[in-house]
């Protein structure tokens, strides 16, 4: 009876337990699971802003990384990766800016309250460890590029911010720190109607004059649009992208080919797969737990070594999992 008993206590008092604990009655103390308490909630038009104070566990953050935010809803855990839109701060807190445009961030916008404690991941993301000397940020794209930027210590870096101007819905979020800022008031920084500006490759052409290493970021269909407009006017610039949704996927044949074989060496397995499915879940779909995290292509965590029987390309031994649509057969050490 005193061994049960003894065993009850640890069980209670392990480190992981109590931190569900303090959970369930809202006390930001965790120690072993991040978590962030809400400090404050603002909705601004189609945008909400969370202030957040972090527990221990989530440790310390740096610009351009991003987390992931878990909420309930109707008893089922949803994760979403959000850009932390600030830099680090002696009071530790994290600001989100969330475009409501789907059923989490509806649920953000409902139902989240000051004082709540939410399941969070600790931060990632590694664009903080190059150096660009150009950014360009497309409607809620800036709170990646914002503090980004701001952190460069470039005094030549320059920011391009394209939005909606005339609604005000997206930028209305940063838009005033932005235009206070010392940045915006020595030229640094440019704020452009989207789509007036890349209606003209002429005016990306005379803000790239100079530049030699960028990084853009806003949907999938604005990053095509700036890859275009920068080549036609300076193809020898480096350029990277980041997207709130899949990108860099291998090419997809426009039928929907449902043979394609994926071998994975490592276990022995064979699964068929199509080639309108990310390989990620494709292989989740056949109860395969590969590793995964944002499934964005922003933490790398499903990154993946390709066999080298079975490359893509010449180039690419390793591939996102989440951001690859096969349309060929291939190998890999999974």
Sequence with gaps: MKRTVTKMIESICLPQALDFWFKQLNINYQTHTPTVKVVSKTIINDVVKLVLKPSKAFGEFVAGQHVRLKLEINGIGEERCYSIANLPNRAGLVELFIKVQGQVSQSIKETVKKGLVLDISKP????????????????????????????????????????RINNGSQSAALLKEIKASKFYKNGQVVIENGRSFLSDSANIGEFLEGAKKAISCGSEGFNEVINTQVYLVKPDISLSFESFKSTNAAPVKHEIKTDIQVKLINSDKTIVVDNKTSLLDSLLNAGIKAKHGCKQGICHECTC??????????????????????????????
């Design 124 to 163: 990632f993301g590694q664009n903080h460890q190059q150096s660009f000397d150009t950014f360009i940020a497309g409607g809620i794209g800036i709170t990646a590029m914002w503090p980004l930027f701001k952190a460069s210590n470039n005094k030549d870096a320059k920011l391009l911010y394209l939005t």
């Design 305 to 334: 070594r390709v066999s080298a029987a079975s490359l893509l390309n010449d180039v690419n031994k390793t591939i996102q999992l989440c951001t690859t649509f096969p349309s060929t057969d291939l190998e890999l050490e999974l």
